[in-house]
């Protein structure tokens, strides 16, 4: 089976931020950018990266992206390759010339993260009092140029209440999707308490029910949450067809601020990592070790004999953290698999692999995973275009 190329990049093209939120993984803060790359080194970059992912999603975040002074032409300079290009922002540098700017320069949309549905908590978790209401006038400056935009919820122990309430704001303001993320305790978050793997399960429950519930109004997603694969299936959710588990290293990477890859954000930059300035992204993947680990081994612990072991995976950013093996147990997971060895995916025929080949290139690693979760789960072993049409027919119901 061919490997897909990375369909989704995250880019921290900034350490730069005028937050300081008590989670960020990569220790952002108010510095001078020295170290970054340059506005040419990351037309450089973009060079190499179309030539493995032309049609990826880009998303160029931060720190805060807003803070380069040279983001517009980044931004522009990217989507002329095809990118899908979005901006990961905390939404307090917004303006209408900046998101003028930024759509004319071809971007798609904007994930502006919002923590809870009233001031108090946001505030506080991002560092600054005024934050939660200069991202609601960003937002209403977003649907005033009819520009796409999604909310970015971090779920913690203090705010895991507040989702219900982001989810009605989201509606009411028109958001595409609400997504859910999950701490992982790397950066400033090493210092914070996380959610019990009781609590986390109860989250991911609610939000299975509530993209049931809010179906064809809003999107509502779990992100670093691999184990809603299982919570789904539980849960008899259709939507579980098109779920993924960890795509880290895997369709999915992150670019430094100095221009390190990494399998996903959350897995920090180490001794063996490689630079986009030096190497493609078709050389990196096929030689940084962290890559080649996630490429060829398995998980270890209870993961390795799970049947779930294939759709979902564990977070390994997690594993990394907590145990410091990329490939070790997700601390998360209480899950108790069947004493058996993990079912091997179902092969693909060829007219099968034909209308997969029809799918938009940044979403095909995804749906190719989750086809082949949902013969897994129905026991085929053999996937065709009539399995493929059963699917689609049950997710747009």
């Known amino acids: 089976m061919e490997s897909a190329p990375p369909f989704l990049i995250s880019w921290n093209i900034t350490r730069q931020c005028n937050l300081k939120c008590a989670h960020c993984y990569l220790d952002a803060k108010e510095l001078s950018g020295e170290g970054e790359l340059t506005t040419l080194e990351a037309k450089k970059a973009l060079d190499r990266i179309s030539s493995t992912s032309p049609q990826a999603m880009l998303i160029l975040t931060g720190g805060e992206p807003l803070l380069r002074p040279d983001i517009f032409e980044i931004a522009s300079y990217a989507s002329a390759f095809g990118f899908t290009v979005v901006i990961g922002t905390n939404g307090t540098l917004i303006n209408d010339n900046s998101v003028k700017r930024l759509m004319d320069g071809g971007v798609k949309g904007f994930g502006l993260s919002l923590d809870s549905a009233g001031p108090a908590y946001h505030d506080r978790f991002r560092g600054m009092e005024g934050a939660w209401g200069r991202t609601m006038e960003a937002i209403d400056i977003l649907r005033e140029n009819k520009c796409a935009f999604q909310l970015q919820f971090t779920a913690t122990r203090e705010n895991k209440n507040e989702i219900p309430g982001i989810i009605r704001l989201a509606v009411e303001k028109g958001a595409m999707a609400v997504n859910i993320f999950f701490l992982v305790c790397t950066g400033r978050g090493q210092e914070m308490t996380d959610l019990t793997p009781k609590e986390y399960e109860e989250?991911?429950?609610?939000?299975?029910?509530?993209?049931?519930?809010?179906?064809?109004?809003?999107?509502?997603?779990?992100?670093?949450?691999?184990?809603?694969?299982?919570?789904?299936?539980?849960?008899?959710?259709?939507?579980?067809?098109?779920?993924?588990?960890?795509?880290?290293?895997?369709?999915?990477?992150?670019?430094?601020?100095?221009?390190?890859?990494?399998?996903?954000?959350?897995?920090?930059?180490?001794?063996?990592?490689?630079?986009?300035?030096?190497?493609?992204?078709?050389?990196?993947?096929?030689?940084?070790?962290?890559?080649?680990?996630?490429?060829?081994?398995?998980?270890?612990?209870?993961?390795?004999?799970?049947?779930?072991?294939?759709?979902?995976?564990?977070?390994?950013?997690?594993?990394?953290?907590?145990?410091?093996?990329?490939?070790?147990?997700?601390?998360?997971?209480?899950?108790?698999?069947?004493?058996?060895?993990?079912?091997?995916?179902?092969?693909?025929?060829?007219?099968?692999?034909?209308?997969?080949?029809?799918?938009?290139?940044?979403?095909?690693?995804?749906?190719?995973?989750?086809?082949?979760?949902?013969?897994?789960k129905k026991g085929l072993c053999e996937i065709t275009p009539e399995v493929m049409a059963v699917i689609r027919k049950r997710v747009a119901r």
């Open 203 to 376: 989250v991911l429950r609610y939000i299975a029910r509530a993209g049931q519930d809010y179906k064809g109004r809003l999107l509502v997603r779990a992100r670093c949450a691999p184990h809603f694969v299982r919570i789904a299936s539980e849960e008899d959710i259709d939507s579980a067809s098109f779920t993924s588990g960890c795509i880290a290293g895997k369709g999915y990477l992150r670019v430094s601020p100095d221009g390190f890859v990494t399998p996903c954000p959350y897995i920090p930059v180490n001794s063996g990592s490689l630079n986009i300035k030096d190497s493609g992204f078709g050389y990196i993947l096929e030689n940084d070790p962290m890559f080649k680990l996630l490429s060829t081994a398995s998980p270890g612990g209870p993961c390795r004999d799970c049947e779930f072991a294939l759709s979902c995976g564990g977070c390994r950013a997690r594993a990394l953290a907590s145990t410091g093996d990329l490939m070790g147990a997700d601390p998360w997971c209480e899950y108790e698999p069947e004493k058996k060895a993990a079912p091997q995916s179902p092969s693909w025929t060829t007219e099968a692999e034909e209308r997969l080949k029809k799918v938009p290139v940044f979403l095909r690693a995804m749906v190719r995973r989750g086809v082949e979760a949902y013969a897994k």
